[in-house]
């Protein structure tokens, strides 16, 4: 299996911050890579697919790069509602697995 | 707009069978470049990728799994199910069902159910 690892595993952080969370994968998986945001008690919520591409609807300050097998999912101007939880995903191979996800506090 | 619906018992007892089962409503389960699947989430933990189904009957398991598993679709009900065999406590966690979107070989997660909690206890 292709692990995903994810750095931190959590971060504080104030309103307006600019916020880095890191993804690397044990192997080389080109840009399979998806984000997802969770907040407590809801289901996931995708924000950008294939490293890079934003999902319709996700705010312009979300941002994802990264090629291979390390990867970026960076908030430039952090809210309020961004507080949560995130993962990242690869679809390299089967089995899809996931990050171990970094939770964004206050 | 289209939605995801998980249903099935809250609770299992040690050594039975699991059983789920999502309802898609407002798109057909055979339309689109769509692969149902199913993700849980142990208490405190991340996700975990359980296995998918294409609606014309091909499926994808995760090999930690495939031996307990089945997925199978139901077309005319427009639903499609999980079923996990000799359950253990280490099987608890929050079951969703969600549909994967394949685009240029690449799979996303683009729509989520709400979430099912399912305990395993005598």
């Known amino acids: 299996d292709i692990q995903m690892t994810q750095s931190p595993s959590s971060l504080s952080a104030s309103i307006g911050d600019r916020v880095t969370i890191a993804c690397r994968a044990s192997?080389?998986?080109?840009?399979?890579l998806n984000w997802y945001q969770q907040k407590p008690g809801k289901a996931p919520k995708l924000l950008i697919s294939?490293?890079?591409t934003l999902q319709s609807g996700v705010p312009s300050r979300f941002s994802g790069s990264g090629s291979g097998t390390d990867f970026t999912l960076t908030i430039s101007g952090l809210q309020p509602e961004d507080f949560a939880s995130y993962y990242c995903?690869?679809?390299?191979?089967?089995?899809?697995?996931f990050g171990q996800g970094t939770k964004v506090e206050i | 707009q289209v939605q995801l619906q998980e249903s099935g018992p809250g609770l299992v007892k040690p050594s039975q069978t699991l059983s789920l089962t999502c309802t898609v409503s407002?798109?057909?389960?055979?339309?689109?470049?769509?692969?149902w699947s199913w993700i849980r989430q142990r208490p405190g933990k991340g996700l975990e990728w359980i296995g998918y189904?294409?609606?014309?009957?091909?499926?994808k398991y995760n090999p930690s799994l495939e031996s307990r598993l089945t997925i199978s679709i139901d077309t005319w009900k427009n639903q499609f199910s999980l079923r996990l065999s000799s359950v253990t406590a280490a099987d608890t966690a929050l079951y969703y069902c969600?549909?994967?979107?394949?685009?240029?070989?690449?799979?996303?997660?683009?729509?989520w159910g709400q979430g099912t909690l399912v305990t395993v206890s005598s």
């Open positions: 969600a549909r994967a979107v394949r685009s240029v070989g690449r799979f996303h997660f683009d729509l």
């Open positions: 407002g798109d057909s389960i055979s339309s689109g470049n769509f692969y």
């Open positions: 189904i294409f609606y014309a009957g091909n499926m």
């Open positions: 192997q080389t998986i080109s840009n399979y």
């Open positions: 294939a490293a890079s």
């Open positions: 995903q690869h679809s390299y191979t089967i089995p899809w697995t």
